[in-house]
């Protein structure tokens, strides 16, 4: 009898395994601010919001970068003034900060192991993953194979050379992403190598947004975008609304 129950939770744990989700996190390696001197990188917020949001989910989440290893984080994002509930489980989440030392390398990455892919913002993603080939390749990827592809605030910036087919994965699609008001506000519209939201339209998205710093996102079939580092939660339940169905 023991030997038989052993044997059922076992194989409930294994079917458990084999329908968790699994979600690609690819963040930014950059971390110079134009010519500024300053540092920048991934947005802590926008990290830390949807990867709670989808591990305390069950969602398995990995971690990719175009370098690997450490990523830079934005250290304006550590600022007392950013900080949230979220923000502040991330500053004491040994495991989580130890994970992220040994991002994979986007080049080792395979979309067919994940479910979907989100990219959080913060301004790195403007110089690396906007011209990144093998990002730009791994969600053309994701989209053709009909998964979720999602994006936070700057991170739409990885969309800029996508193209599917010839065309523009933008184009003809609604979403969201920081705006020129936006980077106005925050003093760094002449620093940025271009306006996000300039350039998702340029290549033909249909480009929408709320007031600045509001909880604001877009859900277009498989691509799901947010404004600000205020709308990463709601991405992240967009996103999962869509895990779940599948």
Known sequence: MAVAVGCKTKNIEQEKNNTMKKVLFVVTSHDQLGNTGAKTGFWTEEFAAPYYALIDQGVEVTIASPLGG??????????????????????????????????????????????AVFYPGGH????????????????????????????????????????????????????TGFTNEEEEAVGLANIVPFLLENELQKNGATYSKSENWQEYAVEDGLLITGQNPASSKLVAKKLLDQLNKK
């Not at 949230?84 to 994970?99: A, P, Y």
């Not at 080939?133 to 800029?160: G, Q, T």
């Open 70 to 115: 450490q990523p830079p984080i934005d250290p304006k994002s550590a600022d007392p003034s950013s900080a949230t509930e979220d923000t502040k489980r991330f500053d004491n989440d040994k495991d989580l900060l130890e994970k992220l030392k040994h991002t994979h390398k986007l080049a080792d990455i395979n979309q067919a192991d994940y479910d």
């Open 124 to 175: 790195g993603p403007l110089w690396d993953l906007a011209e990144d080939e093998k990002s730009i390749a791994l969600i053309a990827d994701f989209y053709k194979n009909n998964k979720p592809i999602s994006f936070v605030c700057h991170a739409p910036a990885a969309l800029k050379n996508v193209k599917i087919d010839g065309e523009f994965l933008v184009k003809g699609k609604k979403l």
